[in-house]
């Protein structure tokens, strides 16, 4: 299918749900989040689509500059440090309790304050959260995320083969919390 028919039919799909939000939540098994997957080799056409689209009443969360800001915190050399001693455990460095402000945290924050200021949270460059132990459904099953008045709409660079999920093209994903858009 050509991108032009493809990518129509997707963002008619994403308009609807946006739209009939009563729904989402029983199609989304109480989540409140839409993943919208494309190819990744597509990412960028896509997501300039999406702006076009939803310049005016969606705010766009890019996790590659959310990750940026996290390794511009503590500067570059203790990053490496930090990520080399915790490689195996990724998830200690990116998403953890403690009260140091991480990745998660981050992005958690940005959604929030996307709905704060009464747009719908579009989070675009997901495919930065891979190696980082962040899953999309721990997203997804935040108790903030599943309470926002707008749904989480996650631009998610995977390839579906029948019912199967798989970010960035190979690693099988969650689609637990949320209406899929194919």
């Known amino acids: 299918m050509s991108f032009v028919l493809e990518n129509r039919q997707k963002f008619e799909a994403l308009k609807f749900q946006i739209t009939n939000q009563d729904q989402l939540r029983k199609q989304a098994n109480g989540g409140n989040s839409i993943l919208f997957t494309y190819t990744p080799s597509d990412e960028q056409l896509y997501l300039d689509k999406a702006k076009e689209q939803f310049h005016q009443q969606a705010e766009f969360i890019d996790v590659s500059k ?88 996650i631009f998610y660079p995977a390839k579906v083969t029948d019912e199967n999920v798989f970010f960035l093209n190979f690693k099988a994903a969650s689609k637990y919390r949320c209406i899929l858009l194919k």
């Open 66 to 153: 959310l990750l940026v800001q996290i390794i511009d915190k503590d500067g570059w050399d203790a990053f490496e440090e930090y990520y080399k001693d915790f490689i195996s455990t990724p998830s200690i460095l990116f998403k953890s309790d403690d009260p140091e402000v991480d990745l998660f945290d981050l992005i958690i924050q940005a959604i929030e304050q996307a709905v704060k200021n009464g747009k719908i949270p579009m989070m675009i460059r997901s495919g930065c959260l891979y190696g980082t132990g962040i899953e999309n459904v721990n997203i997804m099953e935040h108790p903030s995320v599943m309470k926002l008045s707008h749904p989480l709409v």
